[in-house]
């Protein structure tokens, strides 16, 4: 008797860990068009902003190494493209001068000080963007998991969470970035392996925080998602962005499944942690 095909899957597999930048490399290197998600992120209106995706190689197999750029400023024919990238090759991506660079950076952090950082202000942003009903679902979705455990962590509620690292505009992109990106893929259900962490401590804006993050820790309480510990890795893999994606996407676990890729993807973190720094994403058709 032949395999019954049951429906198409979107399945992540997370070996290294798990980011908001990670996932959106990954579905972008899986087909989703950046350009055409740029235009829809613009619906946004949180001012300007560069979604680049730096093609790379890495241990000989190649992916996409996200930058999320903003600016303080409209940008007009100057954008800094990183295409090309490949360690195998040893080619160099243009990126912008030093001082650019830092004033990107300055700008980044002094916009993500004032704006859409509390739970209330990121819900109503998406809300009242431009984006698809199901778009804007998913995405809330999302910040709805990571608010709820921000706000356990730091004793307040939902509505007034105040988001950190989460909060900053290149984690709405992200996050906002892989509604859409899911979307248009047209998955009939997220599937996912178990999620690697490392551990240790790390410094966040309220200084050193343990590995598993508290926001990630408490993710885990309701969650069938299982972490595994890598003891020889001192850092953070898993940050409360990438598995906040995954919770709020309502994504099941699998440990094995039988599935026919039809395309696959991988998205490179920043971390060096001494392993195959990527998700890999699987898009194709879940056999019973």
């Known amino acids: 008797m032949g395999l019954r095909r049951n429906n198409k899957v979107l399945y992540f597999e997370c070996s290294a860990g798990i980011s908001g930048d990670m996932v959106l490399g990954a579905l972008i290197h899986l087909g989703v068009d950046a350009e055409e998600l740029k235009r829809t992120l613009a619906g946004l209106n949180i001012g300007p902003f560069n979604l680049v995706p730096n093609y790379v190689s890495r241990s000989g197999v190649a992916g996409v190494d996200l930058q999320v750029l903003i600016y303080d ?34 700008a980044h952090d002094e916009r993500c000080k004032h704006t859409h950082t509390t739970y209330r202000q990121i819900k109503s942003l998406i809300e009242n963007s431009g984006l698809s009903a ?45 509604a859409v990106a ?35 820790m408490e993710m885990l309480k309701d969650s069938d998602i299982p972490i595994i510990v890598e003891t020889e890795v001192a850092t953070e893999m898993v940050t409360p962005t990438g598995f906040g994606i995954l919770k709020g996407l309502k994504a099941e676990f699998r440990p094995t499944v039988g599935l026919r890729p039809e395309k696959v993807g991988y998205g490179f973190g ?12 699987i898009f194709g058709e879940e056999y019973a």
């Open 182 to 216: 899911v979307e248009r893929l047209g998955a009939e259900k997220i599937l996912c392996g178990p999620v690697h962490d490392g551990q240790g401590v790390i410094e966040c804006r309220h200084g050193l925080i343990p590995v598993p993050v508290p926001a990630v």
């Open 73 to 106: 400023e409209p940008q007009h024919d100057h954008d800094y493209d990183l295409v090309g990238e490949s360690e195998d090759a040893g080619a160099t991506p243009p990126y912008p001068a030093e001082h650019d660079h830092e004033h990107l950076i300055k």
């Open 134 to 178: 199901v778009a804007k679902r998913m995405a809330v979705d999302i910040f709805t998991v990571i608010g709820k455990a921000e706000a356990a962590v730091h004793g307040k509620g939902l509505e007034d969470v105040t988001f950190h690292e989460v909060g900053a505009m290149d984690s709405i992109l992200d996050i906002v970035g892989t």
């Open 270 to 281: 920043k971390r060096v942690t001494g392993r195959f720094g990527a998700v890999r994403a």
